[in-house]
């Protein structure tokens, strides 16, 4: 039976909202910035358990917390209240059991390498030897389907093959855990729907637990096994969890997808509207 590898208990989030704007800003210790003393919390009360191997979706309203919830479990930040557990271990920083793909690949990989060398890059710091980082980076660029491509710098690259190259360079360092906030976003419907693709056949292959947020309740139930939506912040919650109950590859036009998607999306509204003190309903 698969065990949880990821385990949230409690966990309640209250920025400072005078720092809104540093959160990333270098030099600066976010726990000592973000104390929390804001009214309000973003996120209170959010329990979560995700199995090892499990694609799990986080769908929500904008500025429920959904990043929020990631960048705890990514260990960029620290929750106020309660506990997030990776392996049965409390989280307190990033780890090399967990990778991270964002949004825009262009502030995260970097522009003056090639290819190649932005996947390589986590295996030098990793000290890896020359052959072994050469078979890891091969392996990862015929993953994403970028073995041709290994030369170019990003500048010369599709935002679809930008992706991929973040892609790659997170699978290269091999964490067991890949935690995802709206990758496929920022993409044309044509290329978001071959990544979505290619990646199922990624994690088929890999057997990787993916954390994955979406604003696109269509990309959620083409790709998810289990879908957690958000009630609306302050306060937000893990409302409501869903199974998606088709096996892969899923026919996104088909009628009882059609009808499942109609469900999400009454969940969803449901999930918006809620009282804010009601529990999980876990009748989906
Ligand atoms: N550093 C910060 N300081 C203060 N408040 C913040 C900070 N970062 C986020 N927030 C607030 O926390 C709430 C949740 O933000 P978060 O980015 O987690 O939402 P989200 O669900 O990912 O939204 P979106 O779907 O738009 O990406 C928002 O109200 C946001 O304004
Ligand atoms: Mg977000």
Redesign the pocket.
Same mark, same amino acid.
């Given at each position: 039976m698969a065990t949880n590898i990821i385990e949230v208990n409690g966990l309640c989030k209250q920025?400072?909202?005078k720092?809104?704007n540093l959160?990333f800003s270098k030099n600066i210790n976010p726990d000592a910035v973000?104390a929390g003393n804001s009214e309000g919390y973003?996120l209170k009360d959010v329990n979560l358990a995700i199995s090892e191997g499990e694609f799990h979706i986080f769908l =929500?309203a @904008? =500025?429920? =917390?959904? @990043?929020?919830l990631l960048n705890i479990i990514a260990g960029f930040l620290k929750p106020t209240i309660g506990e997030v557990r990776c392996e049965g271990v409390p989280i307190t920083k990033p780890g090399p059991e967990r990778g991270v793909v964002f949004q825009n690949a262009d502030s995260a990989i970097f522009p003056w390498l090639n290819v190649y060398k932005n996947v390589e890059y986590g295996l030098r710091m990793q000290h890896k030897s020359k052959a072994e980082r050469r078979a890891i980076v091969e392996e990862a660029l015929e993953l994403v389907g970028l073995s041709d491509h290994a030369k170019k710098h990003p500048a010369e690259l599709s935002g679809g093959m930008k992706q991929r190259v973040q892609i790659a360079r997170s699978i290269a360092s091999d964490p067991k855990i890949l935690i995802m906030d709206e990758p496929f976003g920022a993409l044309d419907a044509q290329t978001r729907r071959t990544l979505q693709d290619e990646f199922i056949r990624i994690w088929k292959k890999t057997k990787k637990t993916i954390l994955f947020?979406t604003?696109d309740l269509q990309e959620a139930v083409y790709l998810g096994q289990k879908i957690s939506i958000f009630s609306a @912040?302050p306060d937000a919650k893990i409302i409501t969890q869903i199974e998606v109950p088709f096996d892969y590859p899923r026919l996104p036009g088909s009628s009882e997808v059609a009808e499942f998607e109609r469900g999400v999306h009454a969940k969803l509204e449901e999930a918006i509207n809620v009282h804010k003190d009601s529990g999980v309903d876990k009748s989906a």
């Open positions: 920025y400072d909202a720092n809104k959160l973000f973003v =929500g @904008s =500025g429920c =917390g959904k @990043s929020t947020v604003h @912040s």
